[in-house]
């Protein structure tokens, strides 16, 4: 294995997707809410980019040697293992990355009260570890942004770059760096982990987390698969595609938006079956699942700054799909999730300022979709989005108390976690 400063000499783990883009979580935003907009207007320049082209673990943008020419924007090649070959090239991209780092003694002062304002948040599914990015808005000396790593009664506090924050195993966090060839960094209570890299590409394995890190200039974007509890990470892979828009990876099932359809795999990436669907010039977004086979992509029109919800297409296995136009009472989309018993869970909102919070339930097909009155959730003002964690994904809630969010792996039942 290789330490991860020697990628640096290897050209095939950088790559070119636009100037500065990184990897902002794939989030519609909410207008109503002075907080949840002045948060949003953070990742304005990446989300915008993201609404072209984001990736998954282990994709690279690019053409290899052997596609088809005639072939469409997004298709897969026969062998989607194969990466396209490494172009020649002398420049390679900044290293981004410096010592390993201890946690900060002492800690920011204003870490502390209303002028750090909560921008990521990532926690193991039992809830005893935690990670959260805090970024100050005001009466700053030094440091600006800062990871908090909590487990039981122990805090951390490191000085890091804006970026997002992915739970792995053992009460382990990723954090994959927003900006140009910044490696992604883990961490736990203890202090930064050095990350050993394997030579190579392989499938994702079980229980890796996905991150990538962005080029400017270069050929690829690369992706990676961490493994949090053995500290290894390794290039991820699957198909060499064009036009990749945006992912979803839940476990082994990985799902990626191409401009034809949805190329879905069971297995890591080692193989996978596109599934074409006619989306009419929406946008799509995929939905994280902890319900394995379970693929659904919510369709809607531009919002601006909000996502309409207008069908919900399930993706199956033999390359075909379910899908429904629906209409709801409050269709603005903030979150959304497939639970463990396979239904779909929408988190929604009305389009006026003042609107309140409506969860709905229903067959991820988009049947029977009815609202629920949720046990715990009367604290939430708004939705801070779906994250990922080992068992699966969770919605996330904020509250008017900044230091406490509201989780849930169900949608119906909800419970309080600290968050710094």
Not at 31 to 37: D, S
Not at 113 to 138: E, H, I, K, M
Not at 373 to 400: K, Q, W, Y
């Amino acid at each position: 294995m290789r330490d991860l400063d020697d990628l640096l000499a290897d050209p095939g783990f950088a790559g070119d997707v636009s100037d500065g883009l990184g990897a902002p979580d794939f989030q519609p935003v909410r207008a109503a809410g002075v907080r949840r907009a002045r948060r949003r207007r953070a990742l304005a320049a990446g989300a915008t980019a993201l609404a072209v082209g984001a990736v998954v673990g282990g994709v690279w943008l690019g053409t290899s040697s052997g596609d088809d020419p005639a072939a469409p924007a997004g298709t897969p090649g026969e062998t989607p293992s194969e990466l396209a070959p490494t172009p020649d090239r002398t420049e390679q991209p900044d290293q981004g990355r410096g010592e390993l780092l201890s946690p900060m003694a002492p800690e920011p002062a204003w870490l502390e009260g209303d002028r750090a304002y909560l921008y990521g948040f990532a926690l193991d599914p039992a809830g005893n570890s935690t990670a959260s990015l805090w970024v100050c808005q005001r009466e700053c000396d030094g440091q600006r942004t800062v990871l908090v790593v909590a487990t039981g009664a122990r805090r951390s506090v490191f000085p890091v770059k804006r970026g997002r924050v992915v739970a792995t195993e053992e009460g382990r966090f990723v954090v994959e760096p927003f900006g140009v060839a910044r490696w992604p960094r883990l961490f736990d209570v203890d202090g930064e982990v050095a990350i050993a890299v394997e030579d190579g590409e392989s499938p994702l394995r079980a229980g890796e987390a996905l991150v990538s890190t962005a080029g400017s200039g270069l050929r690829y974007l690369g992706l990676f698969g961490v493994d949090g509890s053995e500290a290894t990470m390794h290039a991820a892979s699957v198909p060499a595609t064009i036009g990749l828009r945006s992912y979803q990876a839940d476990g082994l099932d990985l799902t990626l938006e191409s401009e034809r359809g949805f190329w879905i795999s069971d297995d890591g990436g080692a193989s996978g079956t596109l599934v074409e669907v006619d989306r009419d010039e929406l946008h799509a977004w995929l939905v994280p699942s902890a319900e394995p086979g379970t693929r659904v992509v919510l369709l809607g029109s531009d919002g601006a700054s909000l996502f309409p919800v207008q069908r919900v297409v399930r993706l199956l296995p033999d390359g075909t799909s379910l899908d429904r136009e629906v209409q709801l009472d409050s269709p603005y989309v903030l979150a959304p999730m497939v639970r463990a018993d396979g239904k779909l869970v929408l988190v929604t909102t009305g389009p006026d300022v003042g609107d309140g919070l409506r969860v709905v339930v229903g067959e991820p097909g988009g049947v029977d979709l009815r609202e629920i009155a949720p046990i715990g959730f009367e604290d939430a003002v708004d939705m801070r989005g779906t994250i990922s964690t080992p068992d699966g994904p969770m919605l996330v809630a904020d509250t008017a108390d900044r230091d406490r969010v509201l989780v849930s792996a169900d949608g119906e039942v909800w419970k309080s976690v600290r968050t710094r």
